[in-house]
Nanobody
Framework: QVQVVESGGDLVQAGGSLRLSCVAS????????MGWYRQAPGKQRELVAR???????TYDDSVKGRFTISRDNAKNTVYLQMNSLKPEDTGVYYC???????????????WGQGTQVTVSS
């Protein structure tokens, strides 16, 4: 069993900052990439940022220069520092972890339950 749990969502004014955290726990052999996705009301889930086990990062163009993804491999944790927030950043933010469970040879994608970020204008 592998669990992924996000935290840190909140209501914030435009221009403000938030830091999201996501921890993977359970029977983990190794974790490859971890990422943050968001889903706005009425829209599909989209990639926000992703980080590999070697700390290579990818960002959606809409968040480049404002958001920073990082990870602590020892703690199986990924963070998303969000600065200069805009109303269009509003949505449910989901964490994804590509995990090889202990004793297994394949990697599986695990998702958290999501954390709400609301940016008021």
């Amino acid at each position: 069993q592998v669990q992924v749990v996000e935290s840190g969502g909140d209501l914030v004014q435009a221009g403000g900052s938030l830091r999201l955290s996501c921890v993977a726990s359970g029977s983990i052999g190794s974790i490859n990439a971890m990422g943050w996705y968001r889903q706005a009301p009425g829209k599909q889930r989209e990639l926000v940022a992703r980080i590999t086990s070697g700390s290579s990062t990818t960002y959606d163009d809409s968040v480049k220069g404002r958001f920073t993804i990082s990870r602590d491999n020892a703690k199986n944790t990924v963070y998303l520092q969000m600065n200069s927030l805009k109303p269009e950043d509003t949505g449910v933010y989901y964490c994804n972890a590509d995990v090889r469970p202990r004793g297994r040879g394949s990697t599986y994608a695990y998702w958290g339950q999501g954390t709400q970020v609301t940016v008021s204008s």
